[in-house]
């Protein structure tokens, strides 16, 4: 599974973005996107996570500012940020949870992560 993220920018104090992560290749294995964050100099962060049967959950960070959505196929994880701050300037990560069977019928569980997107919120 290759993953990008996308959408990042520089935003004013209060505005919105709305960040993506395309995925492909074996998308039928994942069952979860996350989405992290990295300031500079600090720990990444988990942001939220959706699941295969569409339930999601926050960081008391982000609850009630941001919406993580999906696609039925996987292709595409979208993070919706609300009124946004200073403190959420970072970089963005999405990071797929795949299950898949080899060869021999042996489940593999295995994670992914994309490239980040720089987000900026100027005060």
């Known amino acids: 599974v290759q993953l990008q993220a996308s959408g990042g920018g520089l935003v004013q104090t209060g505005g919105s973005l709305r960040l993506s992560c395309a995925a492909s290749?074996?998308?039928?294995?994942?069952?979860?996107v996350d989405w992290y964050r990295q300031a500079p100099e600090k720990e990444r962060e988990l942001v939220g996570t959706?699941?295969?049967?569409?339930?999601?959950n926050y960081a008391d960070s982000v609850k009630g500012r941001s919406t993580i959505s999906r696609d039925n196929a996987w292709s595409t994880v979208t993070l919706q940020m609300n009124s946004l701050k200073p403190e959420d300037t970072a970089t963005y990560y999405c990071?797929?949870?795949?299950?898949?069977?080899?060869?021999?019928?042996?489940?593999?569980?295995?994670?992914?992560w994309g490239k980040g997107t720089q987000v900026t919120v100027s005060s």
């Open positions: 290749g074996r998308l039928s294995s994942i069952n979860a």
């Open positions: 990071r797929a949870h795949t299950l898949f069977y080899n060869d021999n019928g042996e489940p593999v569980v295995a994670g992914y």
């Open positions: 959706i699941t295969s049967g569409g339930s999601t």
